[in-house]
């Protein structure tokens, strides 16, 4: 069986920022969802800055398990750790990456991924795979995409949000 991704909505934020990405009304007749990102914080200073994904815009009953590595030394645990570029970093970055969620519209606890990808134009780049559960039964019909620390996403920053199907 081949999947099909058809394309619910996209977000690119404008020249004033914004505080987060968010996809609502998202319909239940695909199997999952996968949203394409590429985006950087304005966190000041910083290099990186942390998402949050918050289904139906809920931070509660969400567990982490994530692993990052820069090709020299990797670091895990099971706290919030997907990263994107911050405003620290060089100018007009952005990191890269995917959320995948299987099975948004079942009664069961939801479990999705988060892939990123992010770099400086220098010596550093980070490579970020988070596992999440959210333990809620409910259907997703929004997802939430926002930085931990910065107040928003700088302009330019981009999200793609498709239903996948099995054909």
């Not at 990263?83 to 620290?88: E, H, S």
């Not at 990191?95 to 220098?122: C, D, L, M, V, W």
């Amino acid at each position: 069986m081949a999947n099909t991704f058809e394309l619910i909505a996209s977000s690119t934020v404008g020249l004033l920022g914004a505080a987060s990405i968010d996809f609502s009304s998202i319909p239940s007749t695909y199997t999952d969802l996968c949203i394409k990102i590429s985006l950087r914080s304005d966190r000041a200073i910083e290099i990186d800055d942390q998402l949050i994904v918050k289904p139906n815009n809920s931070s509660a009953s969400l567990t982490y398990v994530h692993i990052r590595g820069n090709g020299a030394a990797a670091t895990s645990g099971t706290v919030n750790r997907s990263y994107v570029p911050a405003a620290g970093t060089t100018s007009s970055t952005f990191g890269n990456g995917e959320i995948y969620i299987p099975n948004y519209a079942g009664s069961a606890n939801k479990s999705f991924y988060i892939k990123t990808t992010s770099e400086n134009n220098a010596t550093t780049g980070y490579d970020s795979m988070q596992a999440v559960l959210w333990t809620n039964t409910a259907a997703i019909n929004q997802v939430v995409i926002a930085p931990v620390s910065g107040t928003g996403f700088v302009q330019y920053s981009t999200a793609y949000l498709y239903g996948v199907k099995n054909a």
